[in-house]
């Protein structure tokens, strides 16, 4: 079975400071995970991607992630954070190894950046 | 554009009466897929489809049907809708690899708010 945890349901942070989503998973086999955005009234975003390679992953609107294999984490990170990254944000995961098609989704966290 | 459209967006129905909700994409994905979103659950996903004629279930899909006759639409059929039913819908499609695994990332709609009463 493949599963992602999403453990904090909102995170709060002030523009222009760090910020930080925690993802962790639990596939059999290799893993391909992936962060999407939400925004209000709208479907998800595809944010960035690990499939393999470089366990720092760049993406989208100055995001990036960081895959640890030991601790099964895939965190988003963000050096300075906009009003305008205020949305829900997942984190996915595939079996790359088993053939299991189906993508599995986190709850959700909710980002709340203040000006 | 690119993009993934549903429709209705919006729905108030009753139990028991058939209803579709449409997906169509524009990409020539091979890989539809249906998702239900609700409160503190995720994304959870319904049914999905690597290819025309190819169908699998996904973690819930009880209360649903999917055909995919034509490459670009993935219609979700409620033969008989019932209210644990109502929830924020969305369909993705992607490209699949030749392998038949997808690390594509999806394209998403903007979701279909369906209410059952």
């Known amino acids: 079975a493949q599963s992602v945890a999403q453990p904090e349901d909102q995170v709060n942070v002030a523009e222009g400071n760090p910020l930080t989503v925690k993802c962790t998973y639990s596939?059999?086999?290799?893993?391909?995970l992936f962060w999407y955005v939400q925004y209000p009234n709208r479907g998800l975003q595809f944010l960035l991607k690990?499939?393999?390679?470089?366990?720092l992953v760049k993406g989208s609107y100055g995001f990036e992630a960081e895959f640890n294999k030991s601790q099964t984490s895939f965190h988003l990170k963000k050096p300075s954070a906009l009003v305008s990254d205020s949305a829900l944000y997942f984190c996915?995961?595939?079996?790359?190894?088993?053939?299991?098609?189906?993508?599995?989704f986190g709850s959700g966290t909710r980002l709340q950046v203040q000006p | 554009e690119a993009q993934v459209t549903q429709n209705p967006r919006y729905l108030i129905t009753v139990t028991g009466k058939k209803l579709t909700v449409t997906c169509s994409q524009n990409?020539?994905?091979?890989?539809m897929s249906w998702y239900r979103q609700d409160p503190g659950l995720g994304l959870r996903q319904i049914y999905y489809?690597?290819?025309?004629?190819?169908?699998d279930k996904g973690d819930v899909p009880e209360g649903y049907k999917v055909s995919r006759k034509e490459k670009r639409n993935f219609p979700l059929i409620l033969e008989s809708p019932s209210p644990n039913q109502t929830s924020l819908y969305f369909c993705?499609?992607?490209?699949?690899?030749?392998?038949?695994?997808?690390?594509?990332?999806?394209?998403f709609g903007d979701g279909t708010r369906l209410s059952i009463l």
């Open positions: 993705a499609s992607s490209f699949v690899q030749g392998g038949g695994y997808s690390n594509q990332p999806q394209h």
């Open positions: 596939v059999s086999g290799n893993p391909y």
């Open positions: 690990y499939i393999t390679g470089d366990n």
């Open positions: 996915a995961v595939r079996d790359g190894d088993t053939g299991r098609r189906a993508l599995t």
């Open positions: 990409m020539n994905h091979e890989y």
């Open positions: 489809s690597m290819n025309v004629e190819v169908t």
